[in-house]
């Protein structure tokens, strides 16, 4: 079709062009609704990262906290999020650091401990719009004493049972008292009395003389 038969047609490049919104327009369409639903489900995940790890920030051994700790490298792995990145991989460096065997060091260590996660927990809140600051987010977590108390009660529990199956320590014992028989225990009573009595000669021992003739008879003394 040459451009005279087109004229005589009666079509135009406006024509040509709503003609292409018609076709294009419904599968441009379904393909920004997916890039908007792809972007809201990144953008919900790192939420839920973001939610659980600041919801758990006072209880750092809690399973939930752990997953959302591991999930961050995953979901906030985009350049923009690069700091979120490094305040992450800072985070695990100092995890990975603990003083076993130094009290004084653990202290420190988790003082340290705290403001990192408190610096992660920032830098993932900013990426993702929020307004926190470090102290309200290291300062604000709570946690029963109760969980506390039960969490250090487990601890030591487990570190004792690990010292008794590594033969390092015993199971304390303490007797307090032994079964007894009342029937028994009555007739050590009067064997004792009877005893008692024969050695301050107030009772003699009986003595049977068997003559061999009858068993069981005899001149008894």
Do not use: C
């Not at 591991?70 to 792995?77: A, H, I, K, Q």
């Amino acid at each position: 079709m040459d451009q005279k038969e087109v004229v005589e047609m009666g079509i135009t490049i406006s024509d040509w062009l709503m003609m292409l919104a018609v076709v294009a327009g419904p599968i441009l369409a379904v393909q920004i609704q997916k890039y908007i639903d792809r972007r809201k489900e990144e953008r919900d995940r790192k939420l839920k990262v973001f939610r659980d790890l600041m919801t758990t920030r006072a209880s750092t051994l809690a399973f939930q906290h752990v997953s959302a700790l591991n999930m961050v490298g995953l979901e906030f792995n985009e350049k923009k999020y690069s700091k979120v990145s490094n305040a992450w991989k800072t985070y695990l460096d100092h995890l990975a650091s603990f003083p076993n065997d130094d009290k004084d060091l653990q202290k420190i260590w988790s003082e340290k401990k705290n403001d990192q996660l408190s610096d992660l927990l920032y830098e993932m809140g900013e990426s993702l719009g929020f307004e926190f600051d470090k102290v309200h987010i290291k300062k604000a977590g709570y946690i029963p004493q109760a969980y506390v108390d039960q969490e250090n009660e487990q601890n030591f529990i487990r570190r004792k049972l690990v010292d008794v199956f590594l033969e390092k320590e015993g199971i304390p014992m303490s007797v307090v008292s032994f079964p007894a028989d009342d029937e028994a225990l009555e007739t050590q009573k009067e064997l004792h009395k009877l005893m008692k009595e024969h050695f301050e000669g107030k009772r003699s021992i009986p003595v049977t003389i068997d003559n061999g003739e009858k068993r069981g008879k005899g001149v008894r003394s």
